[in-house]
T-cell receptor, first 113, second 113 residues
Framework: DQQVKQNSPSLSVQEGRISILNCDYT??????FLWYKKYPAEGPTFLIS?????DKNEDGRFTVFLNKSAKHLSLHIVPSQPGDSAVYFC????????????FGAGTILRVKS | KAGVTQTPRYLIKTRGQQVTLSCSPI?????VSWYQQTPGQGLQFLFE???????NKGNFPGRFSGRQFSNSRSEMNVSTLELGDSALYLC????????????FGQGTRLTVV
């Protein structure tokens, strides 16, 4: 049972344009959501998070939107840069589960210059 | 502030052997979680320790075990290694008991031959 889904395995975007990465979840107990960026052979790097009491959180070029009724969140990167090329993971947690994170399968983002 | 440190970075073992991996969390962080990443399965949760107690456990066989020390450092052990245990093992540390950002180490690449 895949509780967190990233349905797009890959995404290609031109430098300077917006990148939109999507994530859906099924477990309504999830109350905290995070996005991570990962390069090969390295650990995931935390990017941005959002609590279920909010619908938007912004940090520089990165913005996360949460639609609880649709059980959907998205990460917007504006403007996209070639250095953003990496695998992006969506993750979710629930207070009852402590710090256990449930990850999506990841989306490979390629930013073309 | 030092990040999450995992040792060793790379390890080669033969089937049937056992292995111990180490993780030093960020100073002040009391929660340590372990994840296994394989190409086919993505990031899978192994277990979480908080204040030396195991709080959550994923769906892995009993050959996978762990512990946390009073200084929050953690070890995970895999006994009777199988070829399928070859993976990147990632440790993540968090400050509080839940709903906080998890910061990952660079991982230990385990190869079982």
């Amino acid at each position: 049972d895949q509780q967190v889904k990233q349905n797009s395995p890959s995404l290609s975007v031109q430098e300077g344009r917006i990148s939109i990465l999507n994530c859906d979840y099924t477990n309504s107990m999830f109350d905290y959501f995070l996005w991570y960026k990962k390069y090969p052979a390295e650990g995931p790097t935390f990017l941005i998070s959002i609590s279920s009491i909010k619908d938007k959180n912004e940090d520089g070029r990165f913005t996360v939107f949460l639609n609880k009724s649709a059980k959907h969140l998205s990460l917007h990167i504006v403007p996209s840069q070639p250095g953003d090329s990496a695998v992006y993971f969506c993750a979710a947690s629930a207070q009852e589960y402590g710090n256990k994170l449930v990850f999506g399968a990841g989306t490979i983002l390629r930013v073309k210059s | 502030k030092a990040g999450v440190t995992q040792t060793p970075r790379y390890l080669i073992k033969t089937r049937g052997q056992q292995v111990t991996l180490s993780c030093s969390p960020i100073s002040g962080h009391r929660s340590v979680s372990w994840y296994q990443q394989t190409p086919g399965q993505g990031l899978q949760f192994l277990f979480e320790y908080f204040s030396e107690t195991q709080r959550n456990k994923g769906n892995f066989p009993g050959r996978f075990s762990g512990r946390q020390f009073s200084n929050s450092r953690s070890e995970m052990n895999v006994s009777t290694l199988e070829l399928g245990d070859s993976a990147l093992y990632l440790c993540a540390s968090s400050l509080g008991p839940s709903g906080t950002e998890a910061f990952f180490g660079q991982g230990t690449r385990l190869t079982v031959v």
